[in-house]
């Protein structure tokens, strides 16, 4: 069973960055889809980036395309997501994701979740 946990999360200011980091134990990850789903008050769950191996093919949310850049270290089984130019409406509990046989669609998209993180929250705020 993979182990999902992010770190990274805090408060920032408008126009401010952070990096969260998705650590994983357990099984490889070199073929998995994994990524970031959010969820803000009030608001349904949304596949913010994803990325597939051995492709690594991506897919970015349009709120986050040229803002957001997600990158893994298969060696470390670590799964990153730079967040620059954060707004307020970033604002939301994301969490790691990852399943063994979905494309960056499925996961992100269609939330075809095996695997999930306990979530980190990030608010942007000044």
């Known amino acids: 069973q993979v182990q999902l946990v992010e770190s990274g999360g805090g408060l920032v200011q408008p126009g401010g960055s952070l990096r969260l980091s998705c650590a994983a134990s357990?099984?490889?990850?070199?073929?998995?889809?994994i990524g970031w789903v959010r969820q803000a008050p009030g608001k349904e769950r949304e596949g913010v980036s994803c990325?597939?191996?051995?492709?690594?093919?991506?897919y970015y949310a349009d709120s986050v395309k040229g803002r957001f850049t997600i990158s893994r270290d298969n060696a470390k089984k670590t799964v990153y997501l730079q967040m620059n130019s954060l707004k307020p409406e970033d604002t939301a509990v994301y969490y790691c994701?990852?399943?063994?046989?979905?494309?960056?669609?499925?996961?992100?998209?269609?939330?075809?979740?095996?695997?999930w993180g306990q979530g980190t929250q990030v608010t942007v705020s000044s």
């Open positions: 990325i597939k191996s051995p492709d690594n093919s991506t």
């Open positions: 994701a990852a399943h063994p046989l979905a494309n960056v669609q499925g996961l992100c998209v269609m939330l075809k979740v095996a695997n």
């Open positions: 357990g099984y490889a990850l070199d073929f998995y889809a």
